[in-house]
């Protein structure tokens, strides 16, 4: 009996690694997507998606960095045509942020809420992320 436990402990204490590492890889993958409005706080107030963030373009650099801890984080952004967005990207990529997103103008991140059939009010973040793949 006494073999029998030993040899369980070391088998629990060898798979340690393996579920440890499979329950970073299920939060890896619930990791909370932020959305991005790079537009004026004027254009902003004037109509926006409602879960949106509101930093404008030339500002996201400073702002961001102390809004997120991992660069890894997903950031999903748009502008009125996606100009704004792509210069607040390339900026993002610069300072070594991995999975930045260029969605486009405003009425793109809505025609992506219609695919899913969803209003823009209840569409999240995270299946915005998914249809923009």
Do not use: W
Request: hydrophobic letters at 40%; glycine letters at 4%.
């Amino acid at each position: 009996m006494f073999k029998f436990k030993r040899i369980m402990a070391v088998l629990a204490i060898s798979l340690m690694p393996i579920l440890f590492s499979h329950s970073a890889s299920a939060s890896d993958t619930n990791k909370q997507v932020l959305l991005l409005d790079v537009r004026t706080p004027g254009e902003f107030s004037q109509s926006n998606y409602p879960k949106a963030v509101n930093l404008d373009y030339r500002l996201v650099p400073q702002q961001l960095m102390s809004m997120v801890e991992d660069k890894n984080q997903p950031v999903l952004m748009y502008c009125r045509s996606g100009r704004r967005a792509s210069v607040a990207k390339q900026q993002l990529e610069a300072m070594g942020f991995t999975d930045i997103r260029n969605l486009g103008g405003l009425h793109e991140v809505v025609a992506l809420c219609e695919k899913s059939a969803k209003p823009i009010n209840v569409c999240s973040p995270k299946q915005l992320e998914q249809l923009s793949r």
